[in-house]
């Protein structure tokens, strides 16, 4: 009688880990990937003609054109690099207002230190 009951507990136990070790994949592995493409996606879906981008092979351009999910960027000053690529490659968006904000904090910044 009681080796069928320890049989019992035992198949309890192995399913409250199986349980613990499934739960465990969830929260920290497929909910963070889940949460970083959703805002991966909304930074695509906000992509605008003029933007600053980084590419996932590091450089960094300004969007000139944009499609379904290609995008063409402009690299550098010279206006003849032109380079198509997919909307996936893009890592960071940066917004032209960003730019002008982030200078005039950083022009604030100096007044304040010089007085």
Same mark, same amino acid.
């Given at each position: 009688? *009681? %080796? #069928? ?7 309890? @136990? %192995?399913? @409250?880990? +199986? $349980?613990? +070790?499934?739960? =465990? =994949?969830? /929260?920290?592995? +497929?909910? !963070? ?8 996606? #909304? ?9 600053? &981008?980084?590419?996932t092979?590091? =450089?960094?351009? $300004? @969007?000139?054109?944009?499609a379904?999910? *290609? &995008? +063409?960027?402009? /690299? ?7 380079? !198509? ?5 893009? $890592?960071? @968006?940066?917004? !032209?207002?960003?730019? $002008? ?15």
């Amino acid at each position: 009688m *009681t %080796s #069928a009951a320890g049989t019992g507990s035992m198949g309890i @136990v %192995s399913i @409250v880990y +199986i $349980v613990l +070790i499934v739960a =465990f =994949f969830y /929260f920290f592995l +497929i909910r !963070p990937q889940k949460k970083e493409q959703k805002q991966k996606d #909304a930074l695509l879906s906000t992509l605008t003609i003029g933007d600053s &981008v980084l590419t996932t092979s590091g =450089f960094y351009g $300004v @969007v000139i054109d944009i499609a379904d999910d *290609t &995008v +063409i960027v402009e /690299f550098g000053n010279n206006k003849n690099c032109r380079i !198509p690529m997919q909307k996936a490659a893009i $890592v960071q @968006v940066e917004k !032209p207002e960003d730019a $002008v904000a982030a200078e005039d904090k950083a022009d604030d910044r100096k007044s304040k230190a010089k007085k």
